[in-house]
Each structure stands twice: as C-alpha cells, then as structure tokens.
C-alpha cells in the first residue's frame, strides 16, 4: 500500500528481503486496512484422534509438530514455493509489521483452548510457537 497506494485490493507477489524475484511470495493484499494475508499451504487439517496420552495423570505439554504420530508444522506460501524461501521472506516482512494476526480455529474433545471453563485459569491453555522459535501463550 506505501508503495502504489492507488492499487486495488488482491493477490500480488511480493518480495520482502528485497533480492531475486524467483523467491517472491504471493500474498493478499487488502489495500483499505494495509494488510497483508499470508495463506497457509494447507488450510484445513483432518479431524482424527492425533494424540492419546499414555498416562492420563501427565500433564505434560505436547507439541503437535513434534511428539504427535502425522503431526506436522503449519506452512505458509503458494504452491511451488520452497518452505526455507517462504521463511525467509515472512522474517523480513516480520520486521517491517508493527503488528500481526492470526485466525486459528481448533476443535479438540477434552482439551482447552484458551481458558479453562472450571478452574477460571489459563495454565492448560493452548501453547503456540512462531517461526521464529518464541513461545506464543495465552494472556488476558
């Protein structure tokens, strides 16, 4: 939007880190807000039973992308693109954002999300992590 103000809203490439076009990522460009949407590769995940605790009284932290069986890391860009460029690209475009969102719906029998409905308190909430390895946790 800095750029070319008068552009419209909609898909373009862009290229934060500023080098080869071939690592170009494409993005949604909403032009009214100044926002830009980074699709994810994969944008829903199959609902199956992903995990079964061993010991039911652990309550330990299980990361999806790690400890579970299938489990995976959330990917980002457009078709062809390779994961390393896309990183690359989304820690630049990082850098130039004051701010940032994400919508993540999540549907998980017998687990908290955010806030524990019975103890009023977010110690079992869900525990995210960026790309850049720090840790995202629930507040409020």
């Known amino acids: 939007k800095m750029c070319h103000p008068d552009w419209k809203s909609g898909e373009y490439w862009i290229d934060p880190?500023?080098?080869c076009t071939q690592d170009?990522?494409?993005v949604y460009?909403?032009?009214?807000?100044?926002?830009?949407?980074?699709?994810?590769?994969?944008?829903?995940?199959?609902?199956?039973?992903?995990?079964?605790?061993?010991?039911?009284?652990e309550k330990k932290h299980v990361w999806f992308g790690e400890a579970m069986t299938d489990g995976f890391q959330f990917e980002y860009?457009?078709?062809g693109s390779l994961p390393?460029?896309?990183?690359?690209?989304?820690?630049?475009?990082?850098?130039?954002?004051?701010?940032?969102?994400?919508?993540?719906?999540?549907?998980?029998?017998?687990?908290?999300?955010?806030?524990?409905?019975?103890t009023a308190n977010l110690k079992k909430a869900l525990l995210l992590q960026g790309s850049n390895e720090i840790e995202i946790r629930a507040e409020g």
């Open 17 to 19: 880190d500023q080098g």
């Open 24 to 26: 170009a990522i494409k």
């Open 77 to 79: 860009g457009s078709e």
């Open 84 to 118: 390393e460029d896309v990183n690359i690209q989304l820690t630049f475009l990082r850098l130039m954002s004051t701010e940032a969102s994400q919508n993540i719906t999540y549907h998980c029998k017998n687990s908290v999300a955010y806030m524990d409905a019975t």
């Open 29 to 57: 460009c909403n032009m009214e807000t100044g926002e830009t949407c980074v699709a994810p590769t994969q944008r829903e995940v199959a609902k199956k039973n992903w995990y079964v605790s061993k010991n039911i009284k």
